[in-house]
T-cell receptor, first 112, second 115 residues
Framework: KQEVTQIPAALSVPEGENLVLNCSFTDSAIYNLQWFRQDPGKGLTSLLLIQSSQREQTSGRLNASLDKSSGRSTLYIAASQPGDSATYLCAAGDFGNEKLTFGTGTRLTIIP | GAVVSQHPSRVICKSGTSVKIECRSLDFQATTMFWYRQFPKKSLMLMATSNEGSKATYEQGVEKDKFLINHASLTLSTLTVTSAHPEDSSFYIC???????????FGSGTRLTVV
């Protein structure tokens, strides 16, 4: 059974700093790895999707990497802004279906 | 882009009553929809997978008679929490998979409070 863990559970950084969020998964046989953002009391917004054959994806200030062999993914946020404050979730996608196993999330606070 | 509408966004009900939550894909056909539950400060836990025209597949530990799922069309899935109890209070989120590919779009979630 796939298990996804995110460290740290919470993170506070001053505005303008670069930061890295970590995600680890136990079963490397994944179809894809996704990063989501969740604002308090809201649904999920997809940020980046990395297929199993890819190593990274970039969108604006966000860069996500994937290392299947070590069971790890990272989300890099450059030049952080207060608007980046949210909970970030990673999710591993199963082969053969669209099931996602979510991590525990990292609650990010950017201090103005 | 793909949009999934989920409503109600918030509902308060009395113990013993039933609550229905709708999940609609607005501009695409969703052969598969997923229902998740999220406890405060916890991650999303998959409850069940519903495929259009067939019975839903429930995850281990999820009571199928408690959480009724209907996926009658390619654009609509419903989750009915029957005989709700306070412990059913939670945040429920649906997602819909596009007919082609494995990208899922999530609804905005429903906050259920059972009093």
């Amino acid at each position: 059974k796939q298990e996804v863990t995110q460290i740290p559970a919470a993170l506070s950084v001053p505005e303008g700093e670069n930061l890295v969020l970590n995600c680890s998964f136990t079963d490397s046989a994944i179809y894809n790895l996704q990063w989501f953002r969740q604002d308090p009391g809201k649904g999920l917004t997809s940020l980046l999707l990395i297929q199993s054959s890819q190593r990274e994806q970039t969108s604006g200030r966000l860069n996500a990497s994937l290392d299947k062999s070590s069971g790890r993914s990272t989300l890099y946020i450059a030049a952080s802004q207060p608007g980046d404050s949210a909970t970030y979730l990673c999710a591993a996608g199963d082969f053969g279906n669209e099931k996602l196993t979510f991590g525990t999330g990292t609650r990010l606070t950017i201090i103005p | 882009g793909a949009v999934v509408s989920q409503h109600p966004s918030r509902v308060i009900c009395k113990s013993g009553t039933s609550v229905k939550i709708e999940c609609r894909s607005l501009d695409f056909q969703a052969t598969t929809m997923f229902w998740y539950r999220q406890f405060p400060k916890k991650s999303l836990m998959l409850m069940a997978t519903s495929n259009e025209g067939s019975k839903a597949t429930y995850e281990q530990g999820v009571e199928k008679d408690k959480f009724l799922i209907n996926h009658a069309s390619l654009t609509l899935s419903t989750l009915t929490v029957t005989s709700a109890h306070p412990e059913d209070s939670s945040f429920y989120i649906c997602s819909a998979a596009h007919r082609q590919g494995f990208l899922c779009t999530f609804g905005s979630g429903t906050r259920l409070t059972v009093v």
